[in-house]
């Protein structure tokens, strides 16, 4: 007898947005509509020279490789050693680029091996990607905000995410060389989610490849990278992996294989981007000023605002369960995010995005702040 097909949709949790139906609802019918603040989803143009980038190499015909060309190899490590000081990164072995770092992290314990008999770490408010990756692969998640949570059990693949999605927490330099330390100790892959690092407002926020947090050894190391934040280019699928030259290979075999390939005017669109500093350094003046501006409204309406030292979160509470909060926020046409969509620790708090038009963002400050 065949075994029984086990969906793949019934292993994992439900869609969390999908319980925001009725706050989104309660939103929408405030007089002056709704402020959606509950995703972070760009909303700013991409720069032309971006754009042009992508309508020049349009006509290109052929299927591109999983590795990416040569250009966009170069592009990438220059750029992380430029805007992150990472140590030096070899184009053509320590990086690689990724149809979307939601899919990258969605499928890399199954790309590295990792399933049944494994266990993942995640952090104990995480980007639910992180856990739903892990039950994909079959293998088992451990919540864990310290090392010593972890108890006896040595997990095979560790997410560290800094700053951090929802919480806008900041990993510092020692804090990542004790992380480094300690997986090396036990042959743990550590796949650190830098996707918000050009986003750092009250503390530095250091790569996993900086010298200073690995001694220049990226051994079983992977910095996890987007160009969907700083560079608003989340339509655009566009992402990279970068560190162990020998996980980046095993990486790029399996992936030639399975046909992730990112798409050839988007490759030439990504050069454009990661070769313009300015583009980048503009979008991080927009969400500074939207910040400062929507922090203000939070704290006058009696919240208090913890972490959200980076990223583009305000991750705040007033003492009271999450969805009493997102009731408040609807009331006034705003939605906002739950925090126990991020896991059992975050049931008091509420993640209010920045990615709002400065009119949006002007208007919710307004109702907030009452």
Known sequence: MPRPRVPAGSLLPDFPWDSLADARRRAEAHPEGLVDLSVGTPVDEVAPAIREALAAAAAAPGYPQTTGTAALREAIAAAMSRRHRTMALDPGTQVLPVVGTKEAIAWLPTLLGVGAG???????????????????????????????????????????????????????????????????????????????LGLAWEAEAPSILDP?????????????????????????????????????????????????????????????????????????????????????????????????????????????????????????????APGDFYGPRGGRHVRIALTATDAGIEAAGLRIAG
């Open 118 to 196: 494994h266990s993942v770490a995640i952090p104990g408010l995480a980007y639910p990607t992180y856990e739903v990756g892990a039950l994909l692969a079959g293998a088992q998640v451990l919540r864990a905000d310290s090392l010593t949570q972890l108890g006896p059990i040595t997990p095979t693949l560790l997410y560290l995410n800094s700053p951090a999605n929802p919480s806008g927490k900041v990993l510092g330099v020692e804090h990542l060389r004790k992380m480094v330390a300690w997986a090396r100790e036990r042959g743990v892959i550590l796949a650190s989610d830098e996707c918000y």
């Open 212 to 336: 200073r947090v690995c001694d220049g050894d990226p051994t079983n190391l992977l910095a996890i990278h987007s160009l969907s934040k700083t560079s608003n280019m989340a339509s655009y699928r566009a992402g990279w992996l970068a560190g162990d030259p020998a996980l980046i290979a095993e990486l790029t075999a399996v992936r030639r294989h399975a046909g992730l390939m990112v798409p050839g005017p988007v490759q030439a669109a990504m050069v454009a981007a990661l070769g313009d500093d300015e583009q980048e350094r503009a979008q991080r003046r927009r969400y500074a000023a939207r910040r400062e501006l929507l922090r203000a409204a939070v704290v006058d309406a009696g919240f208090t605002v913890d972490d959200s030292e980076g990223g583009l979160y305000l991750w705040a509470t007033r003492g009271e369960d999450a969805r009493a909060s997102v009731d408040w926020f609807a009331d006034r046409g705003v939605l906002v």
